[in-house]
């Protein structure tokens, strides 16, 4: 069951969709994993909205997960699309929280499309297909990650300096392969703001009344604010095709905080894309504090 908006445009029409979300949601952890082996950990991205009233049910399966599975998920909330654009007058919803890696994203996964009847809150696991499917509903993030490959390809270990008065980090990536793997792995760091408050906007299934409202003072979870070495990030390997067991490389970036975000609530997200499969094989965050 969905939720149109027709948007009459001075020569189009755009349709859009925020989903209802019917569950059962299936929150059974594959938990069996040994925990003194390297682990795969799991990027777990919610596309989302502030004006995307279903969007905070998703949101709250997102938190479950992370409750659930501890340090093999991480997450990252992107708000993208229609439902992301800020208000132009008023004074709910005025924040663009849209990014350029968010946008690109969601035009290259296809992300809150309509024609694959999938709209907005949408999500992907490690950008894994599950059931055949990249971009999934909050109600399958659940089945998806219990079923996701536990092999470790490679590890990725993170550290950092931060300059408070400049408000510059400086993020050390190392990364040694455990396994054989294909030299189209990128590596990719993001920018992420925790405990963001504002507007988000609740229709009535996802509603704390029951009824559709707005809401002022919204926790914004994992808020993606950039991306540091562009959508895609670097290269890891240019020797051959294969990168080769025991392969061990080292990036450092430097990025300067925006004046509006919170240095307390800052994360640094790593992570590691093949980049003809799409899939994320590997994630890692670090704090800022």
Not at 59 to 84: M, N, P
């Amino acid at each position: 069951m969905k939720n149109i908006l027709f948007i009459a445009f001075a020569f189009s029409i755009v349709i859009t969709s925020c989903d209802v979300l019917e569950g059962p949601f299936d929150e059974q952890a594959n938990n069996n994993i040994d925990t003194t082996k390297p682990l795969r950990k799991i990027l777990l991205e919610d596309y989302t909205g502030h004006t995307c009233g279903n969007c905070p049910c998703a949101a709250e399966e997102a938190k479950k997960l992370d409750s659930i599975y501890g340090e093999r998920v991480i997450v990252v909330s992107t708000h993208v699309g229609f439902f992301a654009e800020p208000y132009p007058s008023g004074s709910k919803f005025r924040t663009d929280y849209r990014t350029t890696a968010g946008e690109e994203l969601a035009t290259a996964f296809d992300v809150g499309c309509n024609t694959c009847g999938i709209g907005l809150p949408a999500g992907m696991v490690s950008r894994t297909p599950y059931n055949s499917d990249r971009v999934l509903s909050a109600t399958a993030w659940a089945s998806a990650i219990a079923s996701l490959d536990t092999a470790v390809i490679a590890e990725l270990d993170m550290s950092k300096t931060y300059n408070a008065g400049t408000r510059t980090v400086t993020i050390q990536i190392s990364a040694k392969y455990l396994k054989e793997a294909s030299a189209e792995h990128q590596l990719v760091l993001y920018a992420v703001e925790d405990s963001v408050i504002n507007w988000q906007k609740y229709y009535a299934q996802c509603s704390p009344t029951g009824g559709n409202i707005d809401v002022s003072n919204f926790v914004h979870r994992h808020l993606l604010r950039a991306a540091v070495n562009s959508t895609w990030g670097d290269k890891l390997y240019t020797n051959n095709s294969i990168i080769p067991k025991g392969y061990n490389t080292n990036k450092t970036y430097t990025h300067t905080l925006d004046p509006s975000w919170s240095d307390k609530h800052m994360t640094y997200v790593a992570f590691i894309q093949d980049n003809v499969t799409k899939e994320i094989i590997q994630a890692e965050e670090i704090h800022l504090y």
